[in-house]
T-cell receptor
Framework: DAKTTQPPSMDCAEGRAANLPCNHS???????VYWYRQIHSQGPQYIIH???NNETNEMASLIITEDRKSSTLILPHATLRDTAVYYC?????????????FGKGTLLTVNP | NAGVTQTPKFQVLKTGQSMTLQCAQD?????MYWYRQDPGMGLRLIYY???????DKGEVPNGYNVSRLNKREFSLRLESAAPSQTSVYFC????????????FGDGTRLSIL
């Protein structure tokens, strides 16, 4: 599976959009980009995933560049409860291997 | 909506003691996973079970054994606990095979003295 690179930390003002970048320059054609977050040592929580097209759900939007070498997770109106570590993970789900490989992620701090 | 349930939530052991961590899911998922998370680190995969009746090693299997008891339950056993196994343990389940996400439990915080 492709490796990912994320900034170690970011800050965001409450109510503003939080844009979390992720580089995955070695991603291959059948690999998905997944985003999870972990709030204060709780179990990781799934946010969103995508292959090529941009995706949106009730939690966030995922923007994937045309060459698929990077992506951005967007939390449109960050709240204090969005303070968490955010993990960008690339996974080949075309076979039988669905093992997630977690890096250190980005610690997003939402400030009042 | 229970999802993935882990027991116990906290445990303190002495070096050399044995213990089994329990995990159960009620989503009829095929695949289940055990991860550990050390302070300041991401999760690392210990063992996984792609389907009932199968288990495979992950990234850090040494010192652990697993049992896929049935489709719902996947246990993790420490036969002789060591201080290096002090960690937070997370269980996850996944529908498989598909690109649907994994669902995680709330973790077991294990300290070994």
């Amino acid at each position: 599976d492709a490796k990912t690179t994320q900034p170690p930390s970011m800050d965001c003002a409450e109510g503003r959009a939080a844009n979390l970048p992720c580089n995955h320059s070695t991603i291959s054609g059948n690999e998905y980009v997944y985003w999870y977050r972990q709030i204060h040592s709780q179990g990781p929580q799934y946010i969103i995933h995508g292959l090529k097209n941009n995706e949106t759900n009730e939690m966030a939007s995922l923007i994937i560049t045309e060459d698929r070498k990077s992506s951005t997770l967007i939390l449109p109106h960050a709240t204090l409860r969005d303070t968490a570590v955010y993990y960008c993970i690339v996974l080949n789900s075309g076979g039988s291997n669905y093992k997630l490989t977690f890096g250190k992620g980005t610690l997003l701090t939402v400030n009042p | 909506n229970a999802g993935v349930t882990q027991t116990p939530k906290f445990q303190v052991l002495k070096t050399g003691q044995s213990m089994t961590l329990q995990c159960a899911q009620d989503m009829n998922h095929n695949s289940m996973y055990w991860y550990r998370q050390d302070p300041g680190m991401g999760l690392r995969l210990i063992y996984y079970s792609a389907s009932e009746g199968t288990t495979d090693k992950g990234e850090v299997p040494n010192g652990y054994n697993v049992s896929r008891l049935n489709k719902r339950e996947f246990s993790l056993r420490l036969e002789s606990a060591a201080p290096s196994q002090t960690s937070v343990y997370f269980c996850a389940s996944h529908r498989g095979p598909s690109n649907q996400p994994q669902h995680f439990g709330d973790g077991t915080r294990l300290s070994i003295l």
